[in-house]
């Protein structure tokens, strides 16, 4: 079945792909549209979508007891384990199929996963990796907001250097977090046998082909979606897709896919923006421009965000005539 855009849109209107209204999510957070896009393109394309969440924000913005905003069958898990959960569940279904024990053996089901920071690049890594290797069909989505914001805004892996958190403020002492953001897409994508793409909701066409493109791969998916924060971003609730396309047009956050060792920049920026336009729209970079190494520390991001960009062109270069597996 061909993705059939009109219908996307037409299921974004009426607000019924996955997570409903009455979620008590921030005003302008990024994450439940990463959570629509996706399940509205799998009900387009005729799936119905079962998901498992990790502990996270989301989870606790959308299921306060007894209420909840998901409309599909939904497993809650803690932060460590739910891609374990959903590679359970699909193994579950796989079987019952063999068996001739499913009431509707044409149904098409897609197994979602669903974690932030915390889920993903730190404490649940063990168990999406294993999940992964394993060759489960299922589909894992971290809406990347760099903290653990559900907790306050403490660092994890995924916190860019110098912004500001409660674990390593930026002060007059210290620059706060010193590390560069952990690269968990190409941590996934070294498990070879898995196809990996990076999405934004500020470019939706590229978000839905790519989910279609997971639905249809045989084997495992690993999207990572840029999910602004505003709370701790400190920006306006109305920014959160500016600040998303701020991200793409300076390389910070690139638009690509690696299916089977195949790299692809789905998105060609001519020429890149200074990354410290992205730094100078939110409010949690403001104590590092302050600092007097601000633009030391600046141009370390800008030497590293301008080095990866030019890895990826040279690794689809290199791997344009590469048969994919």
Same mark, same amino acid.
């Given at each position: 079945?061909?993705?059939?855009?009109?219908?996307?849109?037409?299921?974004?209107?009426?607000?019924?792909?996955?997570?409903?209204?009455?979620?008590?999510?921030?005003?302008?957070?990024?994450?439940?549209?990463?959570?629509?896009?996706?399940?509205?393109?799998?009900?387009?394309?005729?799936?119905?979508?079962?998901?498992?969440?990790?502990?996270?924000?989301?989870?606790?913005?959308?299921?306060?007891?007894?209420?909840?905003?998901?409309?599909?069958?939904?497993?809650?898990?803690?932060?460590?384990?739910?891609? /374990? #959960?959903?590679? @359970?569940?699909? %193994?579950?279904?796989?079987?019952?199929? $063999? !068996?001739?024990?499913?009431?509707?053996?044409? =149904?098409?089901?897609?197994?979602?996963?669903?974690?932030?920071?915390?889920?993903?690049?730190?404490?649940?890594?063990?168990?999406?990796?294993?999940?992964?290797?394993?060759?489960?069909?299922?589909?894992?989505?971290?809406?990347?907001?760099?903290?653990?914001?559900?907790?306050?805004?403490?660092?994890?892996? /995924? #916190?860019?250097? @110098?912004?500001? %958190?409660?674990?390593?403020?930026?002060? $007059? !002492?210290?620059?706060?977090?010193?590390?560069? =953001?952990?690269?968990?897409?190409?941590?996934?994508?070294?498990?070879?046998?898995?196809?990996?793409?990076?999405?934004?909701?500020?470019?939706?066409?590229?978000?839905?082909?790519?989910?279609?493109?997971?639905?249809?791969?045989?084997?495992?998916?690993?999207?990572?979606?840029?999910?602004?924060?505003?709370?701790?971003?400190?920006?306006?609730?109305?920014?959160?897709?500016?600040?998303?396309?701020?991200?793409?047009?300076?390389?910070?956050?690139?638009?690509?896919?690696?299916?089977?060792?195949?790299?692809?920049?789905?998105?060609?920026?001519?020429?890149?923006?200074?990354?410290?336009?992205?730094?100078?729209?939110?409010?949690?970079?403001?104590?590092?421009?302050?600092?007097?190494?601000?633009?030391?520390?600046?141009?370390?991001?800008?030497?590293?965000?301008?080095?990866?960009?030019?890895?990826?062109?040279?690794?689809?270069?290199?791997?344009?005539?590469?048969?994919?597996?």
């Amino acid at each position: 079945m061909a993705l059939n855009i009109m219908q996307l849109a037409t299921m974004f209107a009426d607000k019924h792909p996955g997570i409903t209204s009455g979620h008590r999510l921030c005003p302008g957070c990024a994450a439940p549209n990463v959570a629509k896009f996706a399940l509205m393109t799998a009900e387009a394309l005729g799936y119905t979508p079962v998901v498992g969440f990790a502990t996270g924000c989301m989870e606790v913005s959308t299921t306060i007891y007894p209420y909840t905003a998901w409309n599909v069958p939904y497993i809650h898990n803690a932060f460590e384990n739910a891609a /374990a #959960t959903v590679s @359970g569940v699909e %193994t579950a279904y796989r079987a019952l199929l $063999k !068996k001739g024990r499913l009431v509707d053996p044409n =149904k098409k089901y897609a197994f979602f996963a669903f974690g932030g920071d915390g889920g993903t690049y730190d404490i649940g890594l063990q168990s999406l990796s294993g999940a992964v290797e394993r060759g489960h069909k299922f589909i894992y989505i971290v809406y990347d907001n760099e903290g653990y914001m559900n907790t306050g805004n403490q660092r994890s892996g /995924a #916190t860019p250097p @110098g912004s500001q %958190t409660t674990t390593q403020p930026v002060g $007059k !002492k210290l620059s706060g977090k010193i590390q560069l =953001k952990k690269n968990i897409v190409e941590i996934m994508a070294a498990h070879e046998n898995v196809y990996v793409a990076t999405v934004s909701t500020s470019e939706p066409m590229d978000f839905f082909k790519k989910i279609e493109k997971a639905l249809n791969f045989d084997g495992p998916s690993f999207i990572a979606a840029m999910s602004p924060c505003v709370r701790f971003w400190r920006v306006n609730d109305d920014k959160a897709v500016e600040i998303s396309k701020l991200a793409v047009e300076t390389g910070y956050w690139p638009l690509y896919e690696v299916e089977r060792g195949v790299y692809r920049v789905t998105k060609k920026v001519k020429e890149l923006k200074p990354v410290r336009e992205f730094i100078e729209k939110q409010g949690r970079f403001r104590p590092l421009l302050k600092r007097p190494d601000a633009d030391e520390i600046i141009n370390e991001l800008q030497e590293y965000v301008t080095s990866r960009w030019e890895r990826l062109l040279a690794l689809e270069e290199a791997t344009k005539d590469k048969p994919i597996r």
